[in-house]
């Protein structure tokens, strides 16, 4: 069954709406200067009020290996946005054992692969056909809403990663989070 995730949590009427749904996956933008990113102190907040049998990833876009210790304790996967190569895979994974995601390249040290829109959180689409491509489990994101999920779900993906496509005026809808998931649980 393919998994869901919504990405780019920050207030505490987003985490009451994914605790009701149950998406598999919540992520909690920690790049600096992201129209989504929320602070060290917001996410433990948030993380603490999240039912956790959803699991939270901490994004994050070429930060100092430090910054990423700060978010250990309340994130449960890591995801690279930048360009973290195969040897800051590898000393992230000397300080912790949590699954890493990594962003757009082919890394034998991550454990998963996030194929994203080269402008992530922008909503476009690209060309999703290139997840052919790869042997590791892989999070589609790119564009991704209502109008476009059966296509996205045909390919068959570990997991639909969501964040505008959810979203009326910035931020998180209800409605739009429940109908997704209702859909992409039913497709399979």
């Given at each position: ?16 709406i ?28 948030l ?27 309340y ?46 959180g ?40 969501l ?26």
């Open positions: 069954m393919t998994k869901i995730k919504i990405c780019g949590l920050r207030r505490k009427e987003d985490i009451l994914v605790n009701k749904y149950k998406p598999d996956y919540i992520g909690f933008i920690l790049a600096f200067d992201k129209k989504r990113t929320i602070d060290i102190n917001t996410l433990k907040n993380y603490n009020m999240l039912d956790h049998s959803i699991k939270a990833v901490g994004v994050f876009l070429n930060q100092e290996i430090d910054y990423i210790k700060e978010a250990l304790p994130i449960d996967l890591i995801q690279l946005h930048g360009n973290e190569d195969e040897e800051y895979i590898k000393n992230l994974k000397a300080i912790t054992n949590k699954p890493i995601i990594n962003a757009y390249r082919l890394d034998k040290n991550a454990d998963y692969l996030l194929l994203d829109n080269i402008n992530p922008s909503g476009e689409i690209f060309d999703w056909t290139t997840i052919k491509e790869y042997s590791k489990p892989i999070f589609l994101a790119g564009g991704i809403s209502i109008l476009n999920i059966e296509e996205a779900l045909k390919l068959m993906p570990y997991c639909i990663d964040s505008s496509g959810v979203e009326v005026n910035g931020f998180k809808d209800e409605e739009k989070i429940e109908e997704i998931i209702r859909k992409v649980r039913e497709y399979e």
